[in-house]
């Protein structure tokens, strides 16, 4: 038996173990060692088995993603999201949908400082959720805005997943935080536009609030948001001025979300610091086995030849470049419908990386499209964890089914900019560039 129909063998009940409901990570590492015994034989596969298992943990790069996800678990301990919920909603509520537009920048700024997009939609299911409903919202409106706008964690940085992603293909981490920042931003933008044009249309969806507040209470919730926004500007300032590392940037977040916390609740005591470091613990684990599981399956890939035939046959198509992007998106969009983004990014990478870059497409800007790319999949039906995510912390409040119908305008906004991104790329680009 040839190595390329081992390899097909492999990816058919790699996906075959999906589909099953396998955990990803069992299935990923399961068809990745037993595929490289299949090539090299069971004592050179067990060799390569201890040596990527050493390589991840041993690996200084990793540390950066058990201190960004701490520094977003102090942040939800610290109340960071009820300050900026405040604040956005003094500053922006007596528009016309202006609470959903206050939720979407709050979730950005939170999602800042949290790195994660289920965490951050959780957040303000419970905060943003009930406020609207109780002012007359449309349950889809109010339920997908938030599910939607969860998915910006992970653009503006810290990120844990643009870490991942610059682990697996090997690219400047530091680079890739930076260049999240205006993708994320304009991100926001793009959504509070589509939030009023949408209600420009159909009023009914979204009553004006006419609750009034003095210049006075405005900008004393900016005192109350304005200890987030620092830690934001500190980490993103110090990455691009070249201050400090990724991982040193993660250990100042984790620090000063730390202080935030201790302030907020007069102590230890109310941060609950056991419980904050083994969620921290049990995420990176999580995590640190997929990437483990991903690695071993890419060297099956890349051993068995299936990466270099699906590459070459991808970039060997007679067609304009923006036809191979569409067809990546499709995958990732299909794709994202069904499995986690780390595990999606560990399946993917190994063939569709080494594509766009034989293209000529720019490392750090790929990994911010994709990153967006496996967001979008993350609210998409018939899956969408962050739509599941915000019904379940509704408390019965909305359905699933109610979620998944006020997303089509947000899918469609997330399409509008991801065309945005493939036709400006220095969107990404411009601080990464001149870091």
Not at 99 to 122: E, H, K, Q, R, Y
Not at 268 to 287: H, K, N, Q, W
Not at 332 to 346: C, V
């Amino acid at each position: 038996m040839s190595n390329l129909v081992i390899g097909a063998i492999g990816t058919a009940c790699l996906f075959a173990g999906i589909l099953m409901g396998v955990n990803v990570m069992v299935v990923l590492g399961l068809v990745g060692a037993f595929g490289l015994a299949a090539l090299v034989g069971f004592g050179a596969a067990t060799s390569l088995l201890s040596t990527v298992f050493f390589e991840t943990t041993h690996s200084f790069h990793f540390s950066v993603i058990p201190l960004f996800l701490l520094m977003g678990f102090f942040a939800m301990r610290a109340g960071l999201g009820e300050d900026l919920f405040e604040a956005t909603t003094k500053w922006l509520g007596g528009l016309r949908g202006g609470l959903a537009i206050s939720t979407t920048m709050g979730t950005a700024a939170f999602g800042a400082a949290s790195g994660s997009s289920v965490g951050t939609a959780t957040v303000f299911t419970k905060l943003a959720l009930p406020e609207m409903l109780a002012r007359g919202y449309d349950k889809s409106l109010a339920s997908a805005s938030i599910a939607i706008a969860g998915t910006l964690a992970v653009m503006i940085p810290p990120s844990a997943l643009v870490v991942v992603y610059g682990i697996l293909t090997d690219s400047s981490i530091g680079a890739l935080l930076v260049a999240g920042f205006i993708p994320g931003i304009v991100f926001a933008f793009v959504l509070c536009v589509t939030i009023w044009l949408v209600v420009l249309r159909r009023p009914d969806l979204a009553p004006v609030d006419t609750t009034q507040y003095s210049l006075r209470e405005k900008l004393s919730s900016l005192r109350l948001a304005g200890p987030l926004v620092l830690v934001i500007v500190c980490i993103v300032t110090g990455l691009y001025a070249g201050v400090f590392t990724p991982t040193e940037a993660g250990a100042v977040g984790a620090a000063l979300t730390f202080v935030l916390a201790l302030i907020r609740h007069k102590g230890v005591r109310g941060i609950d610091l056991p419980a904050t470091l083994l969620e921290t613990i049990r995420t990176s684990a999580m995590i640190f086995a997929i990437l483990i599981s991903a690695l071993l399956f890419s060297k099956f890939l890349a051993l068995s030849g299936v990466a270099n035939v699906v590459g070459g046959f991808l970039t060997g198509l007679d067609v304009a470049p923006w036809v191979i992007v569409v067809l990546v998106s499709l995958i990732y969009l299909s794709l994202g419908m069904m499995m986690d983004a780390p595990a999606l990014l560990a399946i993917t990478l190994p063939i569709t990386h080494p594509v766009m870059m034989d293209l000529g497409f720019d490392p750090i800007w790929f990994g911010i499209f994709v990153v967006l790319l496996v967001e979008i999949g993350a609210v998409t039906p018939p899956v969408g964890i962050n739509c599941f995510v915000v019904q379940a912390a509704s408390d019965g409040r909305v359905r699933l089914e109610d979620v998944f119908k006020g997303l089509v305008p947000f899918v469609l906004a997330g399409f509008a900019m991801l065309i945005l991104l493939y036709l400006v790329p220095q969107i990404a680009l411009f601080l990464p560039e001149r870091m």
